[in-house]
């Protein structure tokens, strides 16, 4: 699918089994989501750029690799975006952080801006968008948007399930931002929801469901 990277890693797809099942509790669903955002941070920073440096070991002196430039910023939208920060951040400690406060209106579907906050140096940095549920494309699109407004200006973005219909949305909006999912579902329900998916993350997540 032109854009779009399936992350088939086995442990990937074990944990998002584990996810789907509606009988997990709110501690494990929790656990594992943040399991699955360290694992889905290590593959889409893998083209990340590097630098040789010189470094003095114990025993020599030799030139070794790390990242160049600037950091990532990691922008979780809403609260089900929360669930893949602590994830990531344990692989990236140094990365930035914007909120990107955006729900989707249960009604219209609409995405509804609450909240925005983002570093000022956006045009230096690589931005990820952590979206687990790319179902309508709305609110991606929406994210995106302020993102690039702030000045951003390579964005990606990092899903669980996403589906086709999100996916042409958000690409025929911004096709130069690449997504990132362990899987395509088969559509959405008259509420939005993702179908089979595993209901409504943030609920599930934080045990208001």
């Known amino acids: 699918m032109n854009g779009?990277?399936?992350?088939?890693?086995?442990?990937?797809?074990?944990?998002?089994?584990?996810?789907?099942d509606k009988t997990r509790s709110t501690k494990v669903f929790r656990e594992l989501f943040n399991e699955i955002g360290t694992l889905l941070c290590y593959e889409v920073t893998r083209?990340?750029?590097?630098?040789?440096?010189?470094?003095?070991?114990?025993?020599?002196?030799?030139?070794?690799?790390?990242?160049?430039?600037?950091?990532?910023?990691?922008?979780?939208?809403?609260?089900?975006?929360?669930?893949?920060l602590e994830g990531m951040l344990n692989l990236v400690p140094s990365a930035r952080v914007a909120h990107v406060g955006v729900y989707r209106d249960p009604r219209t579907l609409v995405a509804v801006e609450y909240f925005f906050k983002a570093p000022d140096d956006m045009a230096e940095r690589l931005a990820l968008i952590l979206h687990p549920m790319l179902a309508t494309g709305n609110s991606a699109v929406a994210a995106i948007d302020r993102l690039k407004e702030a000045g951003a200006k390579a964005v990606r973005i990092v899903c669980l399930l996403?589906?086709?219909?999100?996916?042409?949305?958000?690409?025929?909006?911004?096709?130069?931002?690449?997504?990132?999912?362990?899987?395509?579902?088969?559509?959405?329900?008259e509420a939005g929801f993702i179908l089979p998916g595993l209901g409504d993350v943030g609920d599930r997540m934080y045990g208001t469901r």
């Open 4 to 20: 779009v990277t399936i992350i088939d890693h086995p442990l990937v797809q074990h944990k998002l089994t584990l996810l789907r």
């Open 47 to 84: 083209d990340l750029p590097l630098e040789m440096v010189d470094v003095e070991t114990p025993l020599a002196s030799m030139k070794s690799p790390v990242l160049a430039g600037k950091k990532l910023v990691l922008a979780p939208v809403g609260r089900a975006g929360n669930g893949f």
């Open 162 to 189: 996403a589906t086709p219909q999100a996916i042409e949305r958000v690409r025929a909006h911004h096709p130069d931002v690449h997504i990132w999912t362990a899987a395509v579902d088969d559509t959405i329900n």
